[in-house]
Nanobody, 125 residues
Framework: VQLQASGGGLVQTGGSLRLSCAAS????????VAWFRQAPGKEREFVAA????????YYADSVKGRFTISRDNAKTTVFLQMNTLKPEDTAVYLC???????????????????WGQGTLVTVSS
């Protein structure tokens, strides 16, 4: 499956953005889809994930209550609604997918086989 991330941009502290991760080649059925982010000089960090089989969602503590991951019924797009953005949310956001992720491995980037190209989110103070 090929992934295309979009929706990044420049926003002020406290603002909102919605990112999209679109699949091509196949749908997201039976996949786990996740968002990671990577700031300059830092390691790739788990943000959120959604399991297509039961719509269960998972979040990093740093974004819980501010970000929401969701999917469309056509099974081709996953969204990340980001509210109350902070300067520390500034990063390249990447979506990833895999069909064999177990819950205990959701936050591990190396478990995902498919990656999009990333979209830059910049939050100004």
């Amino acid at each position: 499956v090929q992934l295309q991330a979009s929706g990044g941009g420049l926003v002020q502290t406290g603002g909102s953005l919605r990112l999209s991760c679109a699949a091509s080649g196949r749908t997201f059925s039976r996949y786990t889809v996740a968002w990671f982010r990577q700031a300059p000089g830092k390691e790739r960090e788990f943000v959120a994930a959604i399991k297509w089989s039961n719509s269960a969602t998972y979040y990093a503590d740093s974004v819980k209550g501010r970000f929401t991951i969701s999917r469309d019924n056509a099974k081709t797009t996953v969204f990340l609604q980001m509210n109350t953005l902070k300067p520390e949310d500034t990063a390249v956001y990447l979506c990833a997918a895999d069909s064999g992720i177990i819950v205990t491995s959701l936050a591990l980037a190396q478990q995902y086989d498919y990656w999009g190209q990333g979209t830059l989110v910049t939050v100004s103070s």
